[in-house]
């Protein structure tokens, strides 16, 4: 079983809206969380880290939440834009040692005009 | 960007053939990942490296070696490539323990016909 499961699997918004997507991870002990954006034919690249005490962070018009106890994170997108569109994905830190990653299969968003 | 490099960035080879691909950095990271990526599949880790000469599997390591006799390079080969190893690869690199951000270089897609 995935030990990192987003949904929705995808999604397609309107220009200007917003949208929530979830990230629920079993990984334990759990160091940290990190959403990543992967445009197409690109290499994913980092938008947010969510540490233990952390429950809420914004980077620009992203705000990723956790909550701890339940195992959950979220990536909000408000007002959404066209460069919006690509594959979110949620990345924790494995348990195992020497730095193992669990990713998430992602959620592809498409914003449309 | 991080400076780590794949090449080649395309490739198109014949079943059974022997195929190398390399990655580079030049951040002197210590851990350093191969993964592919399938649609509906998300990124998988094939093989890491977590020091010189020091590898281990990933959950899709089967068909595939790796080599690292160089801080900067990690080289991925597969012994006898098979259609079923058609997919895009991402080699990344990661500087400490426990921390999920990752620095992902530009991919690779292999054709195997």
């Known amino acids: 079983k995935n030990q990192v499961e987003q949904s929705p699997q995808s999604l397609i918004i309107l220009e200007g809206k917003n949208c929530t997507l979830q990230?629920?991870?079993?990984?334990?002990?759990?160091?940290?969380l990190r959403w990543y954006k992967q445009d197409t034919g690109r290499g994913p690249v980092s938008l947010t880290i969510?540490?233990?005490?952390?429950n809420t962070k914004s980077n620009g018009r992203y705000t990723a939440t956790l909550d701890a106890d339940t195992k959950q994170s979220s990536l909000h997108i408000t007002a959404s834009q066209l460069s919006d569109s690509a594959s979110y994905i949620c990345?924790?830190?494995?348990?195992?040692?020497?730095?193992?990653?669990?990713f998430g299969k992602g959620n592809q968003v498409v914003v449309i005009p | 960007d991080a400076g780590i490099t794949q090449s080649p960035r395309h490739k198109v080879t014949e079943t059974g053939t022997p195929v190398t691909l390399r990655c580079h950095q030049t951040?002197?990271?210590?851990?350093m990942y191969w993964y592919r990526q399938d649609p509906g599949h998300g990124l998988r880790l094939i093989h890491y490296?977590?020091?010189?000469?020091?590898?281990d599997k990933g959950e899709v390591s089967d068909g595939y070696s790796v080599s690292r006799s160089k801080t900067e390079d990690f080289l991925l080969t597969l012994e006898s490539a098979t259609s079923s190893q058609t997919s895009v690869y991402f080699c990344?690199?990661?500087?400490?323990?426990?921390?999920?951000?990752?620095?992902f270089g530009q991919g690779t897609r292999l054709t195997v016909v």
């Open positions: 990345v924790v830190s494995a348990p195992g040692g020497n730095n193992r990653l669990a």
């Open positions: 990230c629920n991870y079993t990984v334990s002990p759990f160091s940290n």
């Open positions: 969510m540490t233990f005490s952390e």
């Open positions: 951040e002197n990271h210590r851990y």
């Open positions: 490296s977590y020091g010189v000469k020091d590898t």
């Open positions: 990344a690199i990661n500087a400490r323990e426990g921390d999920t951000e990752a620095f």
